[in-house]
């Protein structure tokens, strides 16, 4: 049942519309990074192209292109419906969402993907935020938890449109019904363009999965004590998206293939950098 919902999300996500030529996972000449840049506990503003230091592979980039919160995004919205959220955490976690659909303007898109121990596409990307909020209504928790499975319908959801992707994932403990590995949803991870932000219930299990795939994405995890944070952090989160710089290079002096090491630095300022790792080049 499991492989029949997910291979449903998939076949939704690619009716939406054909991926962009030249994503910088299929194409090295077009190498697109989400930056988040803070000083002293703020995001960094006004930053342009020559103020980062790109290096690929230990290899200098030049840097082509530094766009900031003006670009549109796709807030894609991955959440546990298990029986473990059931009653007033599946309450709160409507509400949360609800937040978040809240900050989102008019050309931005969102996008629901349930999971229990099976998924449901509640809605795919759109810019109707009413019919988003009816398909969070509308759920109802029981069963087991599909984690690995919901955030790679979540990712396949994120590719199938060109737009900026947040893809944000609540579980409030660990994974017990996927059928997809750790290691297959984070070499998945690794070639898309979502920035994944992981938000987990302390004391609910180990949150390895979702700390590593907030990792490789650029990504963070959040540890709650209770779903009743969610509503506060949700729009927390969005507001830091917003935050980031998209940062665009055309790789010169390294491979066309494989695995490659990411390192980004902000000259003149003593900041922190969040960003993902690498990226994978040459995948068809």
Not at 32 to 40: A, G, K, T, Y
Not at 45 to 57: N, S
Not at 78 to 100: I, Q, T
Request: hydrophobic share 45%.
């Amino acid at each position: 049942m499991t492989r029949l919902a997910v291979a449903a999300v998939i076949a939704a996500a690619s009716a939406a519309g054909p991926q962009e030529a030249g994503r910088f996972v299929s194409k090295v000449e077009a190498v697109r990074v989400d930056v988040l840049v803070v000083e002293s506990g703020r995001p960094v503003r006004g930053l342009k192209a020559e103020d980062f230091e790109i290096l690929d592979e230990g290899v200098p980039q030049q840097v082509d292109l530094v766009s900031f919160e003006q670009l549109p995004l796709n807030a894609i919205l991955v959440f546990d419906v298990s029986a473990s959220v059931a009653g007033d955490r599946l309450e709160h976690l409507r509400a949360a969402g609800g937040a978040l659909l809240d900050e989102l303007r008019p050309e931005d898109q969102a996008a629901v993907v349930t999971f229990s121990h099976v998924l449901t596409l509640g809605s795919g990307l759109t810019h109707d935020v009413t019919r988003v909020r009816m398909s969070l209504d509308a759920v109802r928790a029981s069963g087991e938890t599909a984690l690995l499975d919901g955030t790679y319908a979540g990712i396949m959801l994120a590719e199938a449109d060109i737009g900026r992707a947040l893809l944000l994932v609540f579980s409030d403990g660990v994974d017990t019904a996927s059928w997809l590995t750790s290691e297959a949803v984070l070499e998945t991870a690794k070639q898309s363009d979502a920035v994944v932000y992981g938000v987990t219930v302390r004391g609910g299990g180990t949150p390895r999965f979702l700390r590593d795939v907030s990792a490789f994405t650029g990504g963070s995890l959040f540890e709650i004590e209770s779903t009743k944070d969610l509503k506060a952090l949700f729009p927390r989160i969005l507001e830091e998206f917003r935050q980031r710089y998209l940062v665009s290079y055309s790789p010169q002096g390294v491979s066309k293939t494989g695995w490659h090491r990411l390192e980004v630095h902000v000259k003149n300022h003593r900041a922190t950098i969040k960003a993902r790792p690498g990226y994978l080049a040459g995948v068809k």
